[in-house]
């Protein structure tokens, strides 16, 4: 009224069980980077949570660069809604775009990739 206005912050969320955050996120793992995603929700209708990846596309590939943590494959059943669902893989360059969505009990999502500024470790000799 009177040209006042408030703004009034407020969360939107599908009406689905179990739904990701907005961001996948990367996370150092000892030898390997886990490429991570909050869940959110519990399950109310449901008996088991089930969520994938796509898997690779490139053409001949012989060894799986990159699995489900905890799961088989690119995929993970369980029947209780973890913190999060995380992939593994070698670093973050084996992390295709197509593997960022994430289909969780038939339902697809396409969360936003981590920012292009990814953290490379890199070892260097002493006397350089």
Do not use: K
């Not at 339902?107 to 260097?124: E, I």
Request: net charge negative.
């Amino acid at each position: 009224m009177n040209d006042d206005y408030e703004v009034v912050e407020t969360h939107v969320r599908p009406a689905l069980e179990v739904v990701p955050s907005t961001h996948w996120y990367d996370v150092p793992a000892g030898a390997y980077v886990h490429r991570c995603i909050d869940l959110h929700g519990s399950l109310l209708n449901s008996t088991y949570l089930s969520m994938s990846v796509e898997a690779s596309n490139i053409d001949g590939l012989q060894t799986q660069l990159v699995s489900a943590v905890d799961g088989v494959g690119l995929e993970q059943n369980m029947t209780d809604v973890p913190e999060t669902f995380c992939l593994e893989g070698l670093d973050p360059l084996v992390f295709e775009s197509s593997m960022g969505a994430l289909t969780i009990n038939n339902d697809t999502f396409l969360p936003q990739l981590p920012n292009a500024g990814r953290w490379l470790p890199m070892c260097l000799r002493r006397d350089g």
